[in-house]
């Protein structure tokens, strides 16, 4: 098979996430700038809180679902579980990103034929998920109103990402941690943090599949008080035809996706139904990865019981490259945030060895109705 090594941005940003893990000899040297960024961004947030720089206040309640650990940490599926869960309460909810990669100026509403060039992977994911409202654009506050006057119906707004955007006040902050919990320490660019661990918020969110006191710890939140949230996936779809799903569990036995010999004799799992040398060779996988941390999808498969070769992606990845035509592979998996892009490209979309691997947020249906009782409680603007 074709090497696998990362694209030479993804290597980059692998190094950069190593050294911001610890307190080595590069992020020791970047140290002393770190303490000049931590300087600027309290005295933003300081100018903001004494209204000497202008932020606006929306007529409905705002939830901001954010992290201060740079890159990805969850912040889209925790978002569509808010979502579906504050729908389920008999709440309206609507979305506001900025889209990462977005070509929008002014807001801009996501639809069915948005693509990810024009609205961002993220948002059209959630809009694909979630059927709510979203909408994009640099200026939440801008973004958020023009959503309301488009959907007069929705109560609640929640911002995926945003949480260093000030010009838009907001009534609940969740900031979400993964397993890596803050790295470091240091901020930026010594270490992976916007702003210390110790900075306010209402919920704290951690993505991992174990709460140790050491990593409750890191995040700063109070003891008892971070909230576990764990990511699934159960099932794989093939792209080209998302009705075709099949259990990840099944992919890990030795046999191949189509009938086990050409007359077609199979089981209904997709077994051979002739035993020994009749038996197909097992699948050569290829799991594949352009988000903040690749590591956290290849963990989830390898708990699954799969055996595949890695090929992370810088975050955002917008295959235009086709890093997958060399690529000697029965099966490629990948996120439903890099299949929304995958789905809009042509030589991409019929490849049937392009496999999607959605995930769904467990957490505690108790951070909801916090949420909402505490949302209920805001006086509108």
Request: net charge positive; with cysteine.
């Amino acid at each position: 098979m074709p090497s696998t090594r990362p694209t030479r941005t993804a290597a980059l940003e692998t190094t950069l996430t190593r050294a911001w893990l610890r307190r080595g000899p590069l992020a020791c040297a970047l140290w002393p700038v770190s303490l000049l960024f931590r300087a600027l961004s309290a005295l933003r947030a300081r100018l903001y809180r004494a209204g000497l720089l202008a932020s606006s206040r929306l007529p409905v309640p705002v939830v901001v679902v954010g992290n201060i650990f740079i890159g990805g940490t969850g912040k889209t599926p925790l978002t569509i579980w808010l979502v579906q869960a504050l729908q389920a309460a008999g709440m309206r909810p609507g979305v506001v990103s900025r889209g990462h990669g977005s070509a929008a100026a002014t807001p801009r509403a996501v639809d069915a034929g948005s693509t990810p060039q024009q609205v961002g992977d993220e948002p059209l994911l959630i809009f694909q998920r979630t059927g709510c409202p979203v909408m994009v654009g640099r200026d939440r506050a801008a973004t958020g109103r023009a959503l309301l006057a488009a959907h007069p119906g929705v109560d609640i707004l929640l911002t995926d990402d945003g949480l260093q955007h000030y010009a838009l006040q907001r009534d609940v902050e969740i900031i979400l941690f993964d397993g890596r919990g803050a790295g470091n320490g240091w901020l930026l660019p010594a270490g992976p943090l916007r702003e210390p661990p110790s900075r306010w918020r209402d919920f704290t969110v951690i993505n991992a599949p174990e709460l140790t006191p050491a990593l409750v710890a890191a995040t700063g939140a109070a003891e008892g008080r971070a909230v576990q949230m764990q990511l699934v996936g159960e099932m794989a779809e093939q792209l080209r035809d998302r009705s075709q799903r099949r259990p990840l569990s099944a992919l890990a036995r030795p046999e191949r996706l189509g009938p086990a010999n050409q007359s077609g004799d199979s089981d209904p799992t997709g077994q051979s139904s002739q035993p020994g040398p009749s038996a197909q060779p097992a699948l050569r996988i290829v799991a594949a990865a352009g988000i903040g941390n690749p590591q956290r999808f290849f963990a989830m498969l390898r708990a699954a019981g799969l055996r595949f070769e890695e090929l992370p992606l810088p975050d955002h990845h917008d295959f235009l490259d086709q890093p997958f035509g060399a690529l000697q592979a029965d099966m490629i998996l990948m996120t439903e945030k890099d299949a929304v892009k995958c789905a809009r490209i042509e030589d991409l979309k019929d490849d049937p060895r392009l496999w999607v691997v959605p995930v769904t947020a467990r957490i505690d249906a108790a951070l909801a109705e916090q949420i909402v009782e505490k949302c209920r409680g805001c006086s509108p603007a």
